[in-house]
């Protein structure tokens, strides 16, 4: 499958989505914004908590753009899309191809991506922090812990998007190769997710990369 089909697919679904008057559950264009204040935000509805301090204080320290968002798993099933185009229209809402970004609810769904030009295997790294931890149970602390060893991973993997000199990108500004990279991924997880309908209610042992659930 052509990089160009597999946006003209990724485009056709969101126009798709957007004739038959869809609404967002996930605002993403207001999470965008707070983000802009803070790293990590946890929906006041959520049913889990974590070291939101700790959490925000590893990520700020990052070379690149790093941010968490803890959602209630029942606005992500109202998603027509999942967790992929929350995480999709949340990327894009942030217009930095630098961007690192994390999504997870409180059921344990979970989905890592990046805006194009950070460096960072985000879905491939958090994936394998996920099957790391299959054993263990799903909790604030956990998420808390596994969200401390994504920033470590972070830190390793933006060496190269530093040294590519994507630190000076405009903010208000995205690249046409970011955008083409962010729709390419969100068309491979919305692939996957098509394959995996039902949401795990087990922990992980064979997750698919990038598509994960705790």
């Known amino acids: 499958m052509t990089r160009r089909l597999l946006v003209v697919l990724l485009t056709g679904a969101t126009l798709l989505a957007s004739a038959s008057g869809a ?5 993403a264009d207001a999470l965008a914004e707070k983000l802009g204040e803070q790293s990590v935000l946890v929906d006041p509805r959520s049913g889990i ?8 204080e590893a990520f700020d320290a990052l070379p690149v753009p790093t941010y968490a968002v803890i959602v209630p798993q029942r606005d992500v099933d109202e998603e027509e899309s999942g967790i992929d185009g929350v995480l999709l ?16 609810t409180d059921a344990g769904e979970l989905q890592a991506g990046e805006g194009g030009a950070s460096g960072v295997r985000a879905s491939a790294l958090l994936d394998a922090i996920v099957q790391a931890r299959s054993e263990q149970a799903f909790s604030g602390q956990a998420l808390t812990e596994a969200l401390l060893e994504f920033a470590d991973g972070v830190e390793g993997g933006s060496e190269e998007g530093a040294e590519r000199g994507v630190d000076v990108l ?10 083409m990279g962010v ?10 997710r098509s394959q995996r309908r039902v949401r795990r209610q087990v922990p992980l042992t064979d997750a698919e990369p990038g598509s994960g659930s705790w």
């Open 23 to 27: 609404a967002w559950a996930v605002d």
């Open 49 to 56: 908590r974590i070291d939101e301090n700790a959490v925000r």
């Open 89 to 104: 229209r949340l990327v894009e809402a942030l217009r930095d191809p630098r961007a690192v970004v994390v999504v997870v």
């Open 170 to 179: 405009d903010r208000q500004t995205v690249g046409v190769a970011g955008l």
């Open 183 to 192: 729709a390419l991924v969100a068309a491979g997880m919305l692939w996957m």
